[in-house]
């Protein structure tokens, strides 16, 4: 019986979808009424804001992916081509660990500044520091890139957390984070290997630099996301010098 029900309902709004897209002459796409049907067994109905911030964080994720698997899964691969020692690569999965160890920091900078603005400089900073690997032929510094990296990707860790709270409900939080986490997951699993070939091929002179065009795309999908921090209260409006004491 919930099964049915839960058919009509899906019935009941691919209907409504299609009513409100239809124009005069043009009928909706099969894909579109196939992914409406999966985004209601998935999430089931949305309010309009959470479903497009649900959309396009989904895009930002799958545009990670393509970055994830280009640039940053063959990084220890590169390290080790390039003659690092073992000890090198023991220093570069310990940086991994750097913009953890200071996320707490980043909770006191999101105080002066708005928590998306904070999120998108940090991520653009690092995501785009893989266009430098192209000039780079030393181990060493492709450690310091690499710690640069591993800085500033996952410093605003508490940030992302406060933006996902903003814009999901909590009764769909879980949902839509897992099924943005799969999206990843698969995009990154089927690319892995065509990145590997491109590695074999083209040379990471090539493959970071376009992984790197992947991860500033994802951070500009991600900045359309619509999340309502309200007004910055005069706490915390800073000065440039009290955020340099940071």
């Known amino acids: 019986i919930c099964l049915?029900?839960?058919?009509?309902?899906?019935?009941?709004?691919a209907l409504r979808t299609t009513h409100h897209t239809l124009m005069p002459s043009t009928s909706p796409s099969r894909l579109k009424i196939w992914t409406d049907h999966l985004e209601?067994?998935?999430?089931?109905i949305l309010p309009s804001t959470v479903q497009h911030n649900m959309r396009i964080e989904l895009g930002a994720t799958l545009v990670y992916g393509?970055?994830?698997?280009?640039?940053?899964?063959?990084?220890?691969?590169?390290?080790?081509?390039m003659g690092a020692t073992e000890n090198m690569l023991a220093i570069y999965v310990a940086s991994q660990f750097l913009g953890s160890v200071l996320a707490s920091l980043s909770v006191m900078?999101?105080?002066r500044r708005r928590t998306m603005?904070?999120?998108?400089?940090?991520?653009?900073?690092?995501?785009?520091?893989?266009?430098?690997?192209?000039?780079?032929?030393?181990?060493?510094?492709?450690?310091?890139l690499g710690a640069f990296f591993w800085t500033l990707e996952p410093f605003t860790g508490?940030?992302?957390t406060r933006i996902l709270q903003l814009i999901?409900?909590?009764?769909?939080?879980?949902?839509?984070?897992?099924?943005?986490?799969?999206?990843?997951?698969?995009i990154t699993l089927l690319l892995v290997p065509l990145?590997?070939?491109?590695?074999?091929?083209?040379?990471?002179?090539?493959?970071?630099?376009?992984?790197a065009s992947m991860g500033v795309f994802s951070t500009w999908i991600f900045s359309h996301i619509k999340a309502d921090e309200g007004p910055l209260s005069p706490r915390q409006t800073k000065a440039i010098p009290e955020l340099i004491e940071i």
């Open 195 to 211: 990145a590997g070939w491109a590695l074999d091929h083209w040379g990471y002179r090539i493959l970071f630099p376009l992984a």
């Open 117 to 144: 603005n904070v999120i998108l400089t940090s991520w653009y900073l690092a995501r785009a520091s893989f266009l430098l690997w192209a000039l780079i032929v030393n181990p060493i510094w492709m450690l310091v």
């Open 4 to 13: 049915k029900c839960r058919m009509e309902k899906i019935n009941t709004y």
């Open 168 to 186: 999901y409900p909590t009764q769909v939080r879980g949902k839509v984070m897992s099924i943005v986490r799969m999206g990843r997951g698969l």
């Open 109 to 111: 900078l999101m105080r």
């Open 40 to 44: 209601m067994l998935l999430v089931g």
């Open 66 to 81: 393509m970055f994830y698997a280009a640039g940053i899964s063959f990084i220890p691969v590169v390290l080790r081509r």
């Open 158 to 160: 508490p940030g992302y």
